[in-house]
């Protein structure tokens, strides 16, 4: 095992304890750098690990939000995760149509820990068992390697007409499906 190999299983490690330490209250805030300089500028405020949003580095590269080529994302992602020491999870949005084996090596490649991942393409959610499934075998290939964040889009992709409390109780069912497929985390 390499000693990058190594650095990355630790910021694998701290990101997921960074995620279980926090008492109620108390958040863990993730800033999203778009580019190398802007992670920096995070990590000397303090900040222990970055999350890269995907529309800041869409527009940082000249795309819209969902625009950004797969090549050109996991490029942005790679300069972020060298410019800083800390854990670098990654926005790559509903994961550009790449095989889970593929998707996970990509970002592990970056340099990244771990990654979001929609469950709305289009501007269209879902389907939650097809998309849980997908995330069993982005598990699947990632193992240990990869902390994997599953973001529900019930809220911002329901019809117009959708309840609140309906979107809720999506939201609810599309997050224990994903936590079943063995999704670290789940967020609306």
């Known amino acids: 095992m390499t000693d990058s190999v190594g650095r ?8 997921r304890a960074l995620h279980r330490r926090k008492a109620p209250g108390d958040p863990l805030v993730l800033p999203g750098p778009w580019d190398a300089a802007s992670a920096r500028v995070c990590v000397e405020a303090g900040f222990p690990a970055l999350a890269t949003p995907s529309a800041a580095v869409a527009a940082g590269l000249g795309y819209e939000d969902g625009d950004t080529p797969a090549d050109e994302m996991f490029a942005a992602v790679a300069r972020i995760a060298r410019a800083v020491d800390v854990p670098v999870s990654a926005d790559i949005e509903g994961g550009y149509g790449i095989a889970p084996g593929e998707l996970v090596e990509r970002l592990l490649e970056t340099g990244a820990v771990g990654c979001n991942l929609e469950d709305s393409e289009g501007g269209v959610l879902k389907d939650p068992g097809a998309h849980a499934d ?22 911002i992709r329901a019809p117009g007409d959708t309840d609140p409390k309906q979107a809720a109780e999506q939201a609810i069912v599309r997050a224990a499906a994903y936590v079943a497929a063995g999704a670290d985390c789940v967020y609306p």
């Open 134 to 155: 997908w995330l069993a075998e982005v598990r699947r290939a990632a193992a240990d390697r990869l902390f994997v964040n599953a973001r529900i889009d019930t809220f």
């Open 8 to 15: 990355t299983e630790s910021k694998v490690e701290t990101f």
